[in-house]
């Protein structure tokens, strides 16, 4: 109970570091980095050797890192991927507008379908990155406003007697935060150089993004429930990463990777829709000196772990999840379904996940939408389309799924952890149909 209890205090500190994609991935480094794993570059060359440790990114916000085992005659690939964005909204290019010359307001648009209501009347301030000329030169900077900055006011509701009977929000008009008084007029690209250490001339373009100041909470009658923003889906991504950490491969290559742009669907050079996962794979292979045939052996008895937070039940609302195949925070990672494969997970993979889950004392259970309702999906049968490999969908339990501010199980970090550490400590492999766990 305190390991569990301890890897969710844990996953609060990694999430308050990570108000965007791009925190959230230099994050990661720091932390590969100190485990002794060097940073390759994409237009570099990359010598490899067996025992390696080595990790890459793309766009600032994507990144997969790889632990070469033994690598002795047959090898495959043990992958584990989850994504580092969440849905929020970015600050357009020309930000300030201002409104009857008292009020100066961010001009903004959504990033991914959150739950707009979340955002009202909370103190939200900005991060993001910023391209900055240096001597000539272009380099990424990283910014975070770490103070109360901007706010979106709600209608009272004597000018909207219709508020709470379900109202349309309209983006360009409801939804922009609060920057300042009329005086305001023009300071907003000046704080953000200052808070980057850099002029404003400085700045020649940005990708920034609205945070929730509010921390992470640990709460209920036992403390049995957390509450933050991003567990969907850096939860995951924590706990993956953790378990790739602590995992020791056999003759495998662990591979762990975390991609961008899963809320938005994907299709970017740094998304699961990208060839960012096929490259460093067969990368890695020819780097340790394999053929083209011996990586389509690879990949053959390769498999993908594909790690994105499920919907628990409501306490509300029971009637919106399946009768049966429904699940609970605490109690364990959740295996997902669909039969329209928006989830990837079928009878082999399924079968190997629940053993590995065994074998680390984890508790699964299983998730599939009611069959009248439409879910989401996920990255898993994105990444399957471009690395064919056997795959499993799983993720945990949570509440409020795309709120600012979303709910998950104090234990459940943790057993994603365990699960994680015995898939990267084992070697899935298959032969003429047989498949088995060593």
């Known amino acids: 109970m305190m390991e569990q209890h301890t890897a969710a205090r844990e996953l609060a500190d990694f999430l308050k570091d990570s108000p965007t994609a791009f925190h959230a991935v230099k994050r990661m480094g720091e932390e590969l980095e100190a485990h002794g794993y060097v940073r390759l570059w994409e237009s570099g060359t990359w010598e490899l050797r067996p ?101 979106i006011p709600s209608v009272a509701i004597h000018m909207n007697r219709k508020a709470n009977e379900g109202f349309p929000y ?35 373009g940005s990708d920034l993004y609205l945070y929730s100041r509010q921390e992470p909470s640990v709460w209920g009658a036992k403390g049995e429930f957390i509450s933050a923003q991003h567990l969907d889906d850096l939860q995951c991504a924590y706990g993956v990463l953790q378990g790739f950490l602590q995992g020791s491969p056999k003759d495998s290559v662990n591979v762990y990777a975390c991609f961008d742009n899963e809320e938005v669907g994907s299709r970017t050079k740094q998304g699961a829709d990208s060839t960012f996962l096929y490259d460093t794979l067969s990368r890695i292979h020819a780097g340790l000196g394999g053929t083209r045939e011996s ?123 365990q699960a994680m550490k015995a898939y990267y400590s084992a070697r899935i492999s298959e032969e003429k149909g047989v498949r088995s766990i060593v």
């Open 170 to 204: 309209n983006p360009q008009i409801d939804l922009l935060p609060l920057f300042g008084d009329g005086s305001a007029k023009g300071d907003f690209k000046k704080l953000i150089a200052r808070a980057a250490g850099v002029t404003e001339d400085a700045v020649y």
């Open 295 to 417: 990586f389509y052996q690879a990949l053959a008895e390769s498999f993908l772990v594909s790690a994105d937070n499920a919907h628990a039940v409501h306490p509300n609302h029971p009637e919106k999840t399946d009768a049966r195949n429904c699940v609970y925070m605490n109690e364990g990672i959740v295996i997902k379904s669909h039969a329209g494969q928006k989830y990837t997970s079928d009878a082999v993979s399924i079968a190997l996940f629940r053993e590995l889950c065994e074998r680390a004392e984890v508790p699964v259970q299983f998730f599939a939408n009611r069959s009248d309702q439409a879910g989401g999906s996920t990255l898993g049968n994105i990444s399957a389309s471009k690395v064919s490999v056997h795959s499993v969908d799983i993720g945990l339990a949570q509440l409020a799924m795309h709120s600012s501010y979303e709910t998950a199980g104090m234990m459940d970090t943790g057993y994603l952890i």
């Open 51 to 151: 025992n390696g440790r080595y990790y890459v990114i793309r766009n600032d916000s994507s990144v997969i890192a790889f632990h070469v085992g033994a690598v002795k005659g047959r090898w495959n690939f043990q992958i584990g991927a989850s994504h580092s964005d969440f849905p929020t909204f970015k600050v357009k290019e020309n930000p300030e507008l201002e409104v009857q010359k008292k009020y100066i307001q961010l001009n903004t648009e959504g990033y991914g379908g959150m739950l707009c209501a979340t955002w009202f009347d909370r103190p939200l301030s900005v991060a993001g990155r910023l391209i900055v000329k240096e001597d000539g030169h272009f380099v990424t900077k990283l910014v975070k406003v770490d103070r109360d900055l901007i706010l």
